[in-house]
Each structure stands twice: as C-alpha cells, then as structure tokens.
Nanobody, 122 residues
Framework: QVQLVESGGGLVQPGGSLRLSCAST????????MGWYRQAPGKQRDLVAL???????NYAESVKGRFTISRDNAKNTVYLQMDSLKPEDTAVYYC????????????????WGQGTQVTVSS
C-alpha cells in the first residue's frame, strides 16, 4: 500500500484558516476515494471530507461550507482547505483511502499515519 503523510497543521485563532496536505508515496490517480478524518481527545475518529475520482465531494455536516477537499493526481496529493475554524475543530487530522464497506458504510482502507495536529484557540 502507499504511504500517506499529513502536514500543514498548527495553532490558529478562531476564524482563521489552514490548508492541510496529504502526500502519497505512490500514484493515487486510480484510487476512487480519498478522505480526511479527524479525532479529538476522547472521541472516535470520524470522516469529515471525501473526494472521489470524478470530483464528487461529501462533507460532514459540522464542516460543510467551511472545509474544501481537493486532490491533485499529478502531485499525488490531497488537500483540505479549512476556513472559519472553530475551537471544536481542534483534533488530529488524518488522510486515508476510503472504500465502501458493509451496510453502505465508508471505511478507511490503509493503516493510519501520524496525522497532523490542528489546534484552534485564542
């Protein structure tokens, strides 16, 4: 499997912006779905943004209108543009290959990397 490395996190004030990058060691052009997940302390890891090869995107309701996922197959990189950040966005953010699993649920296919920490605080 390809290795995915997240970067771009940091400390930002409420209302600020960050752009996260997910760099792959291999070709992602044939991968149907790529997604960004996040996990806050004491919480489960949840999918917040998904992009498919045709450009179709889906977002968790909590981030819709504020986050934008995109992919650059030529650079083997997936991005997450985060605007109007809120304290509740604080979490470790991970990227992964996303596949359709049992009962129509979306599941991460690969092992998890280190992620990148996003902290939103005044």
């Amino acid at each position: 499997q390809v290795q995915l490395v997240e970067s771009g996190g940091g400390l930002v004030q409420p209302g600020g912006s960050l752009r996260l990058s997910c760099a792959s060691t291999g070709d992602i052009s044939s991968i149907e779905g790529m997604g960004w997940y996040r996990q806050a302390p004491g919480k489960q890891r949840d999918l917040v943004a998904l992009i498919r090869t045709g450009g179709v995107t889906n977002y968790a309701e909590s981030v819709k209108g504020r986050f934008t996922i995109s992919r650059d197959n030529a650079k083997n990189t997936v991005y997450l543009q985060m605007d109007s950040l809120k304290p509740e966005d604080t979490a470790v953010y991970y990227c992964n290959v996303v596949v359709l699993a049992a009962a129509g649920r979306l599941r991460a296919r690969n092992s998890w990397g280190q992620g990148t920490q996003v902290t939103v605080s005044s």
